[in-house]
């Protein structure tokens, strides 16, 4: 039996705390979102890279009152144990409402304009790991007809840019697997949300210039949880993004070319 079949013995949450998978809980952003959910009482299983940082967010998630926490220590590069982390997470949370993709690498888009492995390194993680990981999930949704697979984009794949292209076009890349996935899959009763977060104060963006007036994780994270509860599509947060992302998506490609951005 497949993995996504052994884990179709639980069936689909109707009442109860939300069952909730978080992939990369140890990211600023997720972090804040979790503590939202936390305060609701909601059933989380947390999988993220580094074992310590991991230990320390569940036991603050335990003391925020969610009604249970598990997690898994896993390096999500690592595409060949996905299915057997997943059909763990899901068996461990006897079911799963929500599926939260959060993790990703900003890069060194310098680095990366000399050397391919950089660049490769970039697209893997912020693509292909979710690309992987969102097409068990989407299977194991569609076949109980239920769930929501939120996952973490960015305003930059909207356009390229010389100064982020690389992250820029791994968020692209990523925008579009879940714009068709969504329409794959939405009629099946699933719901797909693609966030773009536009700049937001947390590890990944410390010590930029003027990171102070980035935004603030706290109220990122209440949007995305709102986002979620309505079943949206897609989200621009904070939302002034889009209608600059609007804008900037307009401009034509010989102006767009001279422009320093
Ligand atoms: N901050 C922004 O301005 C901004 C804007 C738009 C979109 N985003 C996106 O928002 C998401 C969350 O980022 P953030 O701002 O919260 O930054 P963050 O705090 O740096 O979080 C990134 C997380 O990804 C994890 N990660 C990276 N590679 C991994 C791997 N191979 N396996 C497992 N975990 C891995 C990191 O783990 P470690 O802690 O172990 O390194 C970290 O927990 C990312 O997808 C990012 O691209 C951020």
């Known amino acids: 039996m497949s993995t996504v079949a052994t884990a179709l013995a639980a069936q689909p949450n109707t009442s109860g705390p939300k069952k909730i998978l978080v992939l990369g809980a140890t990211s600023g952003i997720a972090e804040a979102t979790c503590r939202i959910w936390a305060s609701q ?40 144990q996905h299915a057997t982390l997943l059909s763990h ?29 950089t660049t490769a390194h970039i697209l893997y993680t912020n693509f292909i790991a979710p690309v992987s990981l969102l097409t068990w999930l989407a299977n194991y949704c569609v076949q109980r007809h239920h769930g929501t697979l939120a996952v973490i984009s960015s305003v930059a794949g909207d356009r390229g ?3 982020n292209y690389v992250y820029g076009s791994s968020k692209a890349g990523l925008s579009a697997f879940l714009a068709g996935l969504r329409n794959r899959i939405d009629r099946e009763g699933v719901t797909v949300l693609t966030i773009k977060p536009g700049p937001t104060r947390t590890a990944m963006t410390a010590g930029m210039p003027k990171s102070e007036k980035f935004a603030d994780p706290n109220a990122v994270a209440k949007s995305i949880v709102a ?33 320093n951005l």
């Open 89 to 117: 997470a899901v068996n461990s949370l006897t079911g799963m409402d929500i599926a939260y993709l959060t993790h990703g690498v900003l890069g060194d888009q310098a680095q990366a304009e000399q050397d391919f492995n």
């Open 161 to 163: 840019r010389r100064s």
């Open 41 to 80: 009482g909601a059933a989380l299983f947390l999988v993220a890279r580094n074992a310590e940082k991991l230990a320390a967010v569940a036991q603050d998630l335990r003391t925020r009152g969610a009604s249970f926490v598990e997690t898994a220590v896993a390096d999500l590069d690592d595409t060949e």
């Open 227 to 259: 986002a979620i509860a309505a079943k949206k599509d897609q989200l621009y947060v904070p939302f002034i993004w889009a209608p600059i992302m609007l804008v900037i998506r307009t401009i034509p490609e010989r102006v767009f070319k001279k422009l």
